[in-house]
Structures are given as C-alpha cells and as structure tokens.
C-alpha cells in the first residue's frame, strides 16, 4: 500500500495539498504564522517545485543564480520595485533551497547557515522598503514575519520535504552541480530532459 505521505503529487489542485502539509509540520514544529505569511510559504512551495522556476535567465543562460548574485541584482535595481522583486526572489530561493535541501547544502562551501543569513535579510530589507511605498505598506507584517522566523521556516519546509516526495527534486540540484563541475554531457541530456536547458559557459564558473 503507498503511504500517501510519500507519494508523487499528481493533484490538480497542489495549492491544497502544500497547505495541508505545511499546517501540518507547522503543528509539528509548534511554530505559528500570520494567515497571510502562509499563504505566501504555501505559494512558494507550489510555484518552486516545478523545477524550472527555481532556475534564472542569465548572460551564461539557464542557470541557477547564486544569491551574491540576486543581491548585485537588487543593489543595481533602477527603482525601489525592482530591488524590492529582486531582494523578494534572494529571499524565496534561499529559504526553498534551504528547507528542502540543506543537506546538500552542508557539503558546499556556502553552507545553510549562509543561506539562512542571506534570506533572513532579504525579507527583512523587502519589509523596510515597503514602509516607503504605500501600495505595499499592507505586506510589511508579511515580511517582516518571513524575516523574523525564517530558521523556523527552514524547519517547516524541512518538515514537508521529510513528508512528501519533494526530496526526489534534490536530483536536479546534484545533476546540476555534476554538470557544473564536470561538463557531463549525461547529466546535461538528462537535465534537458527534465525541461531545462543550461549554458555550456556557466561550466566554467563554480557553484553557488
């Protein structure tokens, strides 16, 4: 009998399911949040797991954007809205990756810990821009809450990676290392037929 924890999601509605597994593991961490905090961790978990989104468009092509990057992108931003979109995205790619992958994390230079840091601060800078922006002056307890209990929220996608099958993605991250650091053409046929199709330049540089 397949234990429907860890079973494939092939629901329609994945919204659902993430928010069903989401308040249960945060039952289980005893951790609380803001109605409006989990809807924004449930949409990030079902956006994010459809592999591509977690990938950028860069000079070098489809690539997994180390933060440094997303923080030279938000420090460059022509407006306030666009470094607030960019601190935004450093903050959701650190706390996905993080959650759900931090032991593969622990094996690389730039650690959990790392990621913890950077993501905590870029919700944080998030909430102190939209105290100067009135459109958004309503998400400010959102990211100030995703700032506040970011370790906590690496315990909680944690917590639902251990409770479905999303840990099955981290083969995308090690094909990708793999190609990374030694151009493998399998492991780049086998990411090209997962839907994605990253630069042979960005061989030359090292991982995030």
């Known amino acids: 009998m397949t234990n429907p924890d860890s079973a494939v999601i092939v629901s329609a509605n994945v919204r659902e399911y993430f928010h069903d597994q989401v308040d249960a593991a945060l039952t289980k961490q005893a ?3 803001d109605d409006t905090t989990m809807v924004y961790v449930v949409g990030l978990l079902t956006t ?3 592999t591509p989104a977690l ?3 860069t000079d070098d092509g489809l690539d997994i954007k180390p933060l440094a990057m997303h923080y ?3 420090l ?5 809205a666009e470094r607030s979109a960019a601190l935004r995205r450093l903050g959701d790619v650190a706390l996905f990756i993080s959650g759900l992958f931090a032991d593969s994390l622990n094996r690389k230079l730039n650690d959990v810990d790392y990621y913890i840091a950077m993501g905590g601060t870029a ?13 958004e002056r309503n998400m400010r307890s959102l990211f100030a809450e995703l700032a506040e209990k970011f370790t ?3 315990d909680v996608l944690g917590e639902v990676g251990d409770r479905s099958n999303l840990r099955s ?7 990708y290392d793999l190609w990374l650091k030694t151009g493998s053409t399998r492991a780049f046929d086998r990411l090209q037929r997962l839907g994605l199709n990253p630069s042979l330049h960005a061989t030359s540089r090292t991982t995030h």
């Open 31 to 33: 951790v609380k949040l």
């Open 48 to 50: 994010y797991t459809q």
């Open 55 to 57: 990938f950028d468009e």
């Open 72 to 74: 030279a992108d938000a």
């Open 76 to 80: 460059n931003a022509a407006s306030s």
């Open 123 to 135: 919700y944080s800078y998030v909430h102190d821009l939209a105290l100067a922006r009135p459109a």
């Open 152 to 154: 906590d929220l690496v």
């Open 169 to 175: 993605n981290s083969d995308v991250l090690r094909l």
